[in-house]
């Protein structure tokens, strides 16, 4: 079985526009409605309809807090009026070959033209496009209706006329109008306005069907243009209309030996793969294994966007920003538009922070595409071509630039600097393998190049190259000026199990683990934590290790300190049992002293252990009896508060 895939199935490029737009919208959490359903097909609709895409009739409909979108049927400028005034956030999808209809007529009928329109009144298109004419207006279906208003008219030969068509009409009733137009009106501003995608699609679809034995026209049962490729089809063949791969009639497309694929334009590409899929699997499935298919699905997707016209640079004005693009007017018949994606080598920028209607831009176009009459242009990487020359001149001359991280990704990031974008290997990223490369998303760096690829336009740079120079300078500084004893406020920048390295502005020093606190502490990460800010001062130093041994303990927190100040022999106090050995218990006074109560100084009568008293954990009320500050030892008894409860007697001492 033999398979092909019209070029032009599937969305023409105005529909496609608008469903991304949607799609970029949703995707950028925000809530949708659109007036009337942007596309006539029921999946799109409904997948839209499940990410909580409401359709509105009017703009007063528009629920709070929703941005609304015109489909590429554009609307009447009293609507925009009406949207603005509402204070309504709109994203106007209108395709640019019905905006340029809006232009067209809004200047003619404001230099006085009288405006004949080719096209169906009640169509939503040109009820937009009715719209924006100042002047009077006349829309005609066809020749006959033309020739009726042309009869009743009011207005003679001498009339200035302009002449527009809406973009999906007849090809053939067109020169029929125009003929009798130009008969009366010699001076008639005809703008032939009819967009050939739809025409396109219908020849390629008659064409296609006149070498298959079947066809499958894919779309909307609701869809005009679909039921006319399916009408134009089954002249020629089998055809068969389905709107999605479900539908389709395998036993009968089984015995077929050629079929082609067409689709109406509202049909997303997604489906139209879908049924190519099923119908290549039916292929292997039955008959032999060869595979009869033309190219893959994305080749010929990708086939049907060709003619590329590398390296070509244009200038255009600004003339529409939405969030997945920017129209331009290149001074060409086609429309030109710079993907969002092309716009900038940040991917995370957004056109609208970017560039305004009437702002001239620099473009490289990247393709065009004839049948839809479109420009594919890029400002990125007419951008990357001018500053590629000065990334490649800073890898001679290793100057530093200026850049920002765009993007983290496997084994580094990418900076952008003068439009291009340079790779950073991680190993390059940061002074330190240790610290995070994510940190540096969205921020900006400064980096050497070092190494080009001219052939390939491939950067790679070094922010750690500078990174260290900066430290080096830093670290100069730091030992004009550092002496014992001075304190300065840095970072904990990692932790070890026998302490913590603190970044002091351009060069490390180390708080040992016993100058953390005067408790005694299992890990630094009992008292300090990564990124910590931490007032410290200089324990000692030794320059040519590069060695800086900090203090970060305070004298005034020495628990021996306070034990002197607060807790004189003689006082009493509640202590808690941290341990029990066979000569007393240890009870904890203070944090980071405990005292130990002899065994014989636990109870007023003589006790065979201390267990028969005490457990750990207990508090209990104690009498300080002495104090050892050299050896650290305080000596404490409850014997001595029972005897003086009975009668007033003196402590003893321990050891
Ligand atoms: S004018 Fe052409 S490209 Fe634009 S939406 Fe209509 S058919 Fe599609």
């Given amino acids: 079985m033999k398979i092909m895939v019209a070029k032009s199935a599937g969305f023409c490029f105005g529909v496609n526009r608008a469903v991304q737009m949607v799609h970029t919208l949703l995707d950028e959490g925000k809530q949708v409605c659109t007036l009337g359903p942007i596309i006539h097909n029921p999946q799109t609709l409904r997948r839209f309809e499940q990410r909580g895409v409401q359709i509105v009739s009017r703009p007063d409909e528009v629920p709070d807090q929703t941005t609304l979108v015109i489909r590429s049927h554009g609307v009447a400028e009293n609507v925009f009026n009406e949207i603005e005034n509402r204070a309504i956030e709109c994203c106007d999808a209108t395709c640019p070959f019905v905006q340029k209809i809006h232009r067209i007529v809004a200047a003619e009928s404001k230099a006085g033209k009288t405006i004949l329109i080719a096209g169906d009144a ?5 009820e937009g496009i009715i719209g924006y004419c100042r002047s009077r207006c006349f829309v005609f279906k066809n020749a006959d209706e033309l020739q009726n208003i042309l009869n009743q008219a009011s207005f003679g030969r001498e009339e200035s006329i302009c002449v527009v068509s809406q973009t999906t009409f007849r090809v053939n009733e067109w020169e029929n109008c125009l003929k009798i137009i130009k008969r009366v009106y010699t001076n008639a501003l005809v703008f032939d306005t009819i967009c050939n995608a739809t025409a396109i699609r219908q020849s ?3 064409e296609l069907s006149r070498q298959c034995d079947a066809m499958i026209v894919i779309g909307g049962r609701q869809s ?9 089809c089954k002249k020629n063949c089998a055809a068969y209309l389905v709107e ?6 395998l036993s009968a497309l ?3 030996g050629c079929i082609g694929i067409t689709a109406g334009a509202s049909t997303p590409a997604s489906i139209i793969k879908e049924v190519f899929d099923t119908m290549s699997e039916l292929n292997q499935g039955a008959g032999p294994k060869e595979d009869n298919t033309e190219g893959s699905f994305e080749e010929m997707l990708e086939e049907s966007l060709k003619t590329l016209n590398t390296d070509e640079k244009v200038h255009g004005v600004v003339v529409g920003v939405t969030p997945s693009e920017v129209l331009v007017d ?10 969002a994606s092309e716009l900038s080598a940040d991917p995370n920028a957004k056109p609208e922070d970017l560039v305004k209607v009437g702002d001239e831009l620099d473009l490289l176009i990247m393709r065009t595409n004839d049948q839809e009459g479109t420009i594919m242009l890029s400002k990125r990487r007419f951008d990357a071509g001018k500053g590629w020359e000065k990334v490649a001149a800073a890898e001679e001359d290793q100057t530093v630039l200026d850049g920002v991280v765009t993007e983290i990704i496997k084994g580094g990031l990418i900076a952008v600097t003068n439009g291009v974008r340079v790779f950073v290997p991680a190993s390059q990223a940061t002074a330190s393998r240790s610290d995070p490369i994510e940190d540096l998303l969205k921020k900006e760096v400064k980096f050497r190049i070092i190494e080009v ?10 922010i750690r190259s500078v990174l260290k120079d900066e430290r080096k300078a830093l670290a100069e500084k730091f030992w004009e000026t550092a002496e014992v004893g001075k304190q300065y406020t840095g970072k904990v920048k990692s932790l070890t199990s026998y302490g913590a390295f603190v970044d002091l502005g351009g060069i490390d020093g180390m708080i040992h683990i016993s100058e953390l606190s005067w408790t005694r502490i299992k890990h630094p990460s009992e008292v300090v934590n990564v990124g910590d800010e931490v007032t ?5 130093l030794d320059q040519e290790k590069g060695k800086i041994s900090l203090g970060y303990k305070k004298p005034e927190d020495n628990p021996w300190v306070i034990l002197e100040r607060e807790y004189p022999i003689g006082s009493e106090v509640e202590v808690k049992i941290v341990g029990i050995t066979t000569f007393g218990a240890f009870a904890q006074v203070i944090p980071g002293i405990d005292g130990l109560i002899h065994i014989s100084q636990i109870a007023d009568h003589r006790i065979e252990k201390p267990q028969d008293v005490l457990q750990i954990n207990d508090v209990v009320k104690v009498k300080i009896i002495d104090i050892d500050f050299d050896k650290h030892r305080v000596s404490l008894s409850i014997r001595a508060l029972l005897e003086e409860e009975e009668e007033p007697a003196g402590g003893e001492t321990e050891e």
């Fill in 536 to 540: 410290v001062y200089i324990k000692g």
């Fill in 204 to 206: 390629e679809a008659t």
């Fill in 224 to 232: 005009s243009n679909t039921a006319k490729l399916f009408e134009l």
């Fill in 244 to 249: 999605s791969a479900d539908e389709l009639p």
């Fill in 453 to 462: 690829n001219r052939g390939r336009k491939r950067a790679v740079g070094s």
């Fill in 254 to 256: 089984s015995r077929v």
């Fill in 122 to 126: 009640s169509h939503p298109e040109v």
């Fill in 330 to 339: 290149v001074g060409r018949k086609q429309a030109g538009y710079v993907p």
